[in-house]
């Protein structure tokens, strides 16, 4: 019986390490205390979040009139954020469960920190319609339960779907992360010698005993949630496009809607996952983990997604100079040619023209390249948001309500601070849990299943 050679190097990650100094290194920004950068960087996210917070104060105490909101703009920042932080999600249930399907060895470096974006970012997103209904402390009677008024919900309402879209999406993903994370968790229960911290990964590691039964059980159960969550990352943004396509509204309604927003949705998770495991690579020196190869391919279905989002722009020129509305043709043409072209060309330049650079190579493999790109499409998906609900809007049926809308400040701050929100919960992320999976890793790396000659 031959010996399994745990130092061969590794198909997947680069260089040679064994199994054991993976768990090391993985382990070690939970096992050392925090250094001064990761509070100054923790400091700057809570005050960013603190921007947040005095921005709802205000709109809590002297109403949503401190928005720019107007008639016709009825939704403006609020809803584009939320569609926003929605799209930012998809990326890590796309990374986790659709490509764990097709057995992407590949998304195992990177899986882990995805799948946790995705429940940072849907808590950001959720907080928006909350805020938008203007009473949010009566957001009790958006779930249809019995109550005392017998009030039921409007189930036509597109306010109601996305309710039940994504507390379905949150719940899943919520679930699909922990499943993900219990092998770890026994990991680092045996690891630490902190009596607290034993306690808290025993109780949450269910009495995981790297058992050939529990792999068995775990395996099982992480294929079907997979499969469950896949439809999720098709569905959740197809509800959220129904918000606009179910609408008379020119520019709104429109069949290209649900598969173009998910498109946009992948393409803008993406980045932003892109943008964060750059930084976290580089300050936890993963970087024979997570590896060029695994950013390359990232940035293919950047482009990949890019070029459909291009393509939708162009059929939607197209669709309404064919259909032969008027008004149809007048909303497109006022999004290039009208008072918001300046927002429509930033959301072109960024969203179709800066990922066609990932065609050359040495651009996909350039990390400081590629990062800009990235950060490029974040800003041209919130452009492309704030163009379909702004523009949309702001020239309706009758030429006597137009308006020009203009965000405040409360608006700029209640933006600033999402951020400030979602980054909180990614640093203490990297501070709480493995950014990174150790059994996934562990599991593709050479050697780790044994082979026989012969075969």
């Not at 609020?78 to 932080?85: K, L, P, Y």
């Not at 400040?409 to 950014?435: E, Y």
Request: net charge positive.
């Amino acid at each position: 019986m031959s010996t399994i050679d745990y130092t061969r190097e590794l198909s997947v990650l680069e260089g040679k390490h064994a199994l054991r100094e993976l768990d090391d290194l993985i382990a070690k920004p939970l096992e050392t205390k925090p250094d001064k950068k990761f509070y100054i960087a923790l400091s700057i996210t809570l005050s960013m979040t603190g921007l947040f917070v005095l921005g709802l104060a205000l709109t809590f105490y002297y109403g949503i009139g401190m928005w720019g909101n107007n008639i016709p703009v009825a939704w403006a920042f609020d809803i584009v954020n939320f569609v926003f932080w929605i799209g930012i999600g998809h990326a890590g249930t796309l990374i986790s469960a659709i490509l764990f399907l097709f057995r992407q060895k590949w998304r195992t470096g990177i899986s882990r920190f995805a799948e946790g974006m995705t429940i940072f970012a849907v808590m950001t997103a959720g907080l928006f319609p909350l805020i938008h209904l203007g009473r949010p402390w009566l957001s009790g009677y958006l779930f249809p339960y019995p109550n005392q008024h017998s009030v039921w919900v409007n189930f036509t309402s597109p306010l109601l779907w996305d309710v039940f879209a994504v507390s379905t999406y949150l719940i899943v993903s919520l679930i699909f992360w922990y499943v993900g994370l219990i092998p770890d968790l026994a990991s680092l229960r045996e690891r630490t010698e902190h009596k607290i911290k034993k306690v808290i990964y025993s109780v949450f590691s269910l009495g995981w005993r790297f058992s050939n039964r529990h792999w068995h059980h775990y395996e099982m159960v992480y294929l079907i949630l997979a499969g469950f969550a896949t439809p999720l990352v098709l569905s959740v943004h197809t509800i959220v496009s129904f918000d606009f396509a179910v609408s008379v509204i020119p520019g709104w309604h429109t069949t290209i809607f649900p598969p173009y927003f998910v498109a946009g949705a992948v393409f803008s998770g993406f980045a932003m996952v892109q943008n964060v495991l750059i930084i976290v690579r580089k300050i936890f020196n993963y970087e024979h983990i997570i590896t060029v190869d695994t950013l390359e391919k990232m940035n293919k279905i950047m482009l990949l997604t890019g070029s459909m989002i291009g393509y939708a722009y162009a059929m939607e020129f197209f669709i309404a100079w064919y259909s032969g509305v008027e008004a149809e043709r007048f909303a497109f043409l006022n999004r290039a040619m009208g008072p918001y072209a300046w927002a429509y060309w930033i959301m072109v330049t960024c969203n179709v023209v800066s990922p066609q650079l990932f065609w050359f190579k040495k651009i996909r493999r350039t990390i400081p390249v590629m990062f800009v790109i990235a950060i490029f499409v974040n800003i041209g998906m919130w452009f492309e948001r704030f163009v379909i609900i702004v523009t949309s809007l702001s020239r309706d049926f009758l030429p006597s309500s137009w308006a020009y809308y203009k965000p405040t400040l409360v608006d700029g701050m209640i933006l600033i601070g999402s951020f400030g929100f979602f980054f909180t919960w990614i640093l203490l992320f990297t501070k709480a849990l493995p950014v990174i999976s150790m059994a996934e890793v562990k599991a593709v790396v050479d050697g780790a299943q044994p082979s026989h000659k012969d075969h």
